[in-house]
């Protein structure tokens, strides 16, 4: 069964910033169109940046400038480095394909 599993999230003060990661297993990445997508309380999941087989990224508006998508093929792993962190940015963080179930996710907080 393929599976994205997410890490990296914690707390830290505005103006902070974490790296979360997306280990893939028994899917090769590269080849899909990955996401990285984040609910916070009451709202609705939203898109905060994306990457193509090309490597060709998209960012939310709220986002750009501050957080960077990547991927490493060797280890098979997307990544989502998150500087400049905002309250607003506080949500529950989740990677995504067309081939995959949504996962856990990880937890963001961002303290003013």
């Known amino acids: 069964q393929v599976q994205l599993v997410e890490s990296g999230g914690g707390s830290v003060q505005a103006g902070g910033s974490l790296r979360l990661s997306c280990a893939a297993s028994?899917?090769?990445?590269?080849?899909?169109?990955m996401g990285w997508y984040r609910q916070a309380p009451g709202k609705q999941r939203e898109l905060v940046a994306s990457i193509t087989s090309a490597s060709n990224t998209n960012y939310a508006d709220s986002v750009k400038g501050r957080f960077a998508i990547s991927r490493d093929n060797a280890k098979n792993t997307l990544y989502l480095q998150m500087n400049n962190l905002k309250p607003e940015d506080t949500a529950i963080y989740y990677c995504?394909?067309?081939?995959?179930?949504w996962g856990q996710g990880t937890q963001v907080t961002v303290s003013s």
């Open positions: 028994k899917i090769m990445i590269r080849f899909y169109t």
């Open positions: 995504k394909c067309t081939a995959a179930n």
